[in-house]
């Protein structure tokens, strides 16, 4: 489950950044209250996600899968004009969130120096 609220944190990622730049330096009320509610939604559930995912593999699935997302839609929309290296670029992110998700990772024991221990 923290894999599915990871993704659609993402997305949400998405959301907020188009909103950010449909609202016009937060002068546009209705894209401003997208950005608003979608960024706080997102961070939560990148929060949430954590709580079960390294901190690092997490935050790099989510601004990849975000940006990804937010790029594609932007040449979808035409805002952004769409190349093959682009698209070939954007299949290599989600390529690498993939393999992010693929990999199985333990998180990492810290040790302490017996120096310092108590």
């Known amino acids: 489950m923290p894999w599915v609220i990871l993704l659609i944190s993402a ?6 950044a188009t909103a950010l730049g449909a609202s ?22 990148l929060g949430y996600a954590a709580k079960s995912i390294p901190i690092g593999t997490a935050y790099a699935v989510w601004t990849g899968t975000g940006a990804a997302l937010t790029v594609a839609w932007a ?8 190349s093959v290296l682009k698209v070939l670029f954007l299949i290599g992110i989600v390529g690498c969130v993939v393999g992010l998700k693929l990999t199985h990772s333990e998180p990492a024991e810290v040790s302490v120096p017996e120096s310092h221990a108590a």
Request: proline content about 3%.
């Open 24 to 45: 016009n330096g937060f002068t546009r009320l209705g894209p401003t209250i997208v950005f608003g509610i979608a960024l706080t939604l997102s961070m939560l559930g």
């Open 11 to 16: 997305v949400l990622e998405a959301v907020w």
């Open 75 to 82: 040449m979808i929309m035409g805002g952004e004009a769409a």
